[in-house]
């Protein structure tokens, strides 16, 4: 499945700690937008967000097809979304935002 040519994802964490009862934005355009302020001039192709089930837009599902990136590690079938993201839409960064569960992908 993978593809000979392709770049290997870089991955970056971004933690936000906060010492007093002020939170830092969890919306995932808040996110997208910040990620791509600190990695111009990189796009965001995709996000994955974990506190809504791995909400994420998907290629697969566009075309009417099965989503294989929410099928459990183990079967057969299951395609990892930055794979897909990296493939289909050339992303190069994945940018994880801990405090809010959610990862933007940048191409």
Same mark, same amino acid.
């Given at each position: 499945?993978g593809?000979a040519?392709a770049q290997? *994802?870089? %991955?970056?964490? &971004? +933690?936000i =700690?906060?010492e007093?009862d @002020?939170?830092?934005?969890?919306? #995932?355009?808040?996110?997208?937008n910040?990620? =791509?302020v600190? /990695?111009?001039?990189?796009?965001?192709?995709? @996000?994955?967000?974990d506190? *809504?089930g791995?909400?994420?837009? !998907?290629? /697969?599902? =566009?075309r009417?097809e099965a !989503?294989?990136h929410?099928l459990?590690p183990?079967?057969?079938? /299951? &395609?990892?979304?930055?794979e897909t993201?990296?493939?289909? *839409? %050339?992303?190069?960064? =994945? #940018? +994880? @935002?801990p405090?809010?569960?959610?990862t &933007? /992908?940048?191409?």
């Amino acid at each position: 499945m993978g593809d000979a040519n392709a770049q290997a *994802m870089r %991955k970056v964490t &971004i +933690r936000i =700690e906060t010492e007093s009862d @002020f939170r830092a934005s969890e919306v #995932v355009a808040d996110l997208r937008n910040a990620a =791509e302020v600190l /990695y111009s001039p990189l796009r965001g192709v995709g @996000f994955w967000d974990d506190r *809504m089930g791995g909400m994420h837009p !998907c290629t /697969y599902r =566009e075309r009417g097809e099965a !989503c294989p990136h929410v099928l459990p590690p183990d079967s057969p079938a /299951y &395609i990892p979304y930055s794979e897909t993201l990296g493939r289909r *839409m %050339k992303a190069v960064l =994945e #940018v +994880r @935002f801990p405090h809010a569960q959610v990862t &933007i /992908y940048l191409a």
